[in-house]
């Protein structure tokens, strides 16, 4: 059997709430928008893994947040994502923090001797929002188009990464918990 997986940091309630807040000051944009449960950051994405693959994920995993501590995120930014690209998402972009970047640089390495493929693009913290209905955002005209562009400040103590596991419908992705690993030498 095989599970579609990915490590992530879960956020706080709080922080949850405010960007569902935010999600809905835009009810105007053709967008299928996160469930608030769903908002996370992923960390490393590792697609459809069998099931005998699990317990070594689980253990490397477990030995990687061991060795980081608790460190601070800042979201500050709403905005259309991916940048320099025509627009897919809306995204809360978080501050570039170099405890992050090592946090996933060391999952990523330690994965990859499991026979995972490396994560080709730099760490970038940010979290879907929305995924916009590509056909209707193009029907708008450019000077018609919701300027969504916000400074936001909200700022998080990450404790914890989790493995997760997401299940594709209709309705959009469902995620399930699969271990939640602490933070801390």
């Known amino acids: 059997m095989r599970h579609r997986l990915f490590i992530a940091i879960n956020l706080p309630e709080k922080i949850k709430n405010r960007l569902s807040e935010l999600?809905?000051?835009?009810?105007?944009?053709?967008?299928?928008?996160?469930?608030?449960?769903?908002?996370?950051?992923?960390?490393?994405?590792?697609?459809?893994?069998?099931?005998?693959?699990?317990?070594?994920?689980?253990?490397?995993?477990?030995?990687i947040a061991k060795k980081h501590n608790a460190f601070s995120l800042v979201l500050n930014k709403i905005c259309y994502g991916p940048p320099q690209k025509t627009p897919r998402m809306v995204w809360a972009i978080g501050e570039k923090s170099k405890e992050l970047g090592k946090l996933q640089s060391d999952l990523d390495n330690s994965l990859?001797?499991?026979?995972?493929?490396?994560?080709?693009?730099?760490?970038?913290?940010?979290?879907?929002?929305?995924?916009?209905?590509?056909?209707?955002?193009?029907?708008?005209?450019l000077e018609e188009k919701p300027q969504i562009e916000q400074n936001i400040n909200l700022d998080f103590e990450v404790n914890s990464i989790e493995i997760m596991q997401s299940h594709?419908?209709?309705?959009?992705?469902?995620?399930m918990l699969l271990q939640s690993m602490a933070l801390g030498k």
């Open 23 to 63: 999600q809905s000051k835009y009810p105007e944009l053709p967008a299928r928008w996160t469930k608030k449960q769903n908002l996370h950051i992923t960390l490393i994405f590792l697609g459809y893994v069998h099931q005998d693959e699990i317990p070594g994920i689980l253990k490397t995993t477990e030995q």
């Open 112 to 141: 990859s001797n499991l026979s995972f493929k490396k994560e080709s693009r730099p760490c970038s913290p940010h979290i879907t929002l929305a995924r916009l209905n590509q056909w209707q955002f193009k029907q708008i005209e």
């Open 168 to 175: 594709l419908k209709r309705t959009g992705a469902e995620y």
